[in-house]
């Protein structure tokens, strides 16, 4: 039996992507495999991350991006400003990114945070470890 419950999947006017969130034990999981990295586009799906990680019994969050996502400057720039602020609003203890290849690398490299930031290829490991805190 999966510990994990979905609480939000959206697709809306302003958000042309497929993405969710589901919890995992104490860990906010967010699905962007179907972000292509345009940051018009994030205002949504940061607001409800924040949302659900702020959530009292969260300790930890996990991003998974897909092959399609480019990390360009604007893209990088944002991340590194909007998510550093907003995990240090969570409050969460750990951050983890899957992806196939440098991606994860890429983002984790450019945050400015206090948490602990692993990057994995499995999304299965990153959710175990981001568990563990």
């Known amino acids: 039996m999966s ?4 609480v939000g999947s959206t697709r809306s006017s302003g958000v042309p992507f497929a993405f969710s969130h589901e919890i ?9 495999t179907a972000w292509d990295g345009e940051v018009e586009e994030m205002d949504a799906v940061e607001s ?3 949302d659900h990680a702020s959530r009292a019994g969260i300790s930890g ?3 998974e991006f897909g092959d ?3 990390l360009g400057r604007e893209t990088q720039e944002h991340l590194a400003t909007e998510w550093s602020a907003k995990a240090e609003e ?3 203890e750990r951050i983890a990114f899957v992806s196939d290849g440098i991606k994860a690398h890429a983002v984790s490299a450019n945050l400015d945070v206090s948490q602990e930031i692993q990057t994995f290829n499995s999304l299965s490991a990153a959710v175990a470890w981001a568990n563990e805190a």
Do not use: P
Request: hydrophobic share 50%; aromatic share 4%.
């Open 90 to 92: 969570a409050d969460i």
């Open 24 to 32: 995992d034990g104490e860990v906010v999981v967010q699905d962007l």
């Open 3 to 6: 510990r994990a419950s979905a």
């Open 61 to 63: 969050a996990v991003t």
């Open 48 to 50: 409800e991350w924040l």
């Open 68 to 70: 399609g996502v480019n």
